[in-house]
């Protein structure tokens, strides 16, 4: 295994010191890589990591000749247990997984719901994810809501997930999303900015509020229909329920969303069911290579459906996103 692979649990690494280097934490990152530095001072901290074989600490001083052991425990039992279910894997490497979900999934355990969520299906399919994150959402840096289908990436390592989180931290992560609104907005290209927090009225609900989270979400109208429109909205933050809200806020409620707008009573969409929110794009940075990759999923078959109902005859909309 090279220095750059991502280590393995339950492995014996041992090095020798060529050198005079600072620190022995320093000294473990350049060696491997696929760790984080804050992950290697945990493992240091619980005398993981010896010298000479004696524990050291992470600030020890190493000399030319020393001899460095670290020991990678075995992955402690996962909070969630595994649940094979079929995954749409658009790309996976040694540090990531790009997947495309599906509606009515939920990303993680929460409000009351303990079993069958995405966290569950990415263990059984990976199970180091167990060792990476949170316990409850292993791998997990983004996600989407329930109903709402399109891409994500999973991290596979402490160091993807690291580097994720900054990426999206830093809003260097390209998002696109499609979503059909109520009305038609003027101008057809805009932000939407608004902070946002708990609607006092309904708790269970976010709202823009004073003094909120600062929000921002840039969209562009694709195409103007009778009484909706097409978008593709790209949030600059990554707050809860963002781009539903702020949609909402603005007057242009998304088709089909059961809490921020009215339910479609189009007959032709009747068997829609959810909101019409679909993540179709998202580019970042691979872990691992630094390169710039950015990823594509098409309109699920139920949103293409409940477009092509709502268009007139002849309207080439469908069409038109194949060119996005």
Known sequence: MSPSDPPQAGQHLNFTVAAEVQRLDHFLVE??????????????ARGLARVNGR?????????????VALELPPPEPAALAPEARPLTIIYED??????????????????????????HALLAHCPSLAQVGSSLRPGIVHRLD???????????????????????????VAKGYLALVQGRPQPAEGVIAGDLGRDPARRQRMAVVSRGREARTRYKVLEYLDKQSLL??????GRTHQIRVHLAAAGFPIYGDPVYGPRPKDKGAAGLGRQFLHAHRLGFRLPGSGEWREFRSPLPPDLAQALASLAHPGHKVLSSLANL
Do not use: N
């Open 232 to 237: 593709e909205v790209s949030p600059e933050t």
């Open 31 to 44: 060696r491997q890589p696929g760790l984080t530095r804050s992950r290697l001072q945990r493992l240091i």
């Open 146 to 172: 329930k109903d709402t289908s399109g891409l994500m990436v999973v991290a596979k390592t402490d160091a993807a997930y690291h580097d994720l989180v900054r990426q999206f931290q830093k809003r260097q």
């Open 55 to 67: 524990p050291a600490k992470a600030g020890t001083r190493l000399k030319a000749g020393d001899r």
């Open 94 to 119: 040694a540090h990531i997984l790009v997947i495309d979900k599906p509606p009515g999934l939920a990303v993680h355990p929460g409000s009351g719901l303990s079993r069958g969520t995405l966290a």
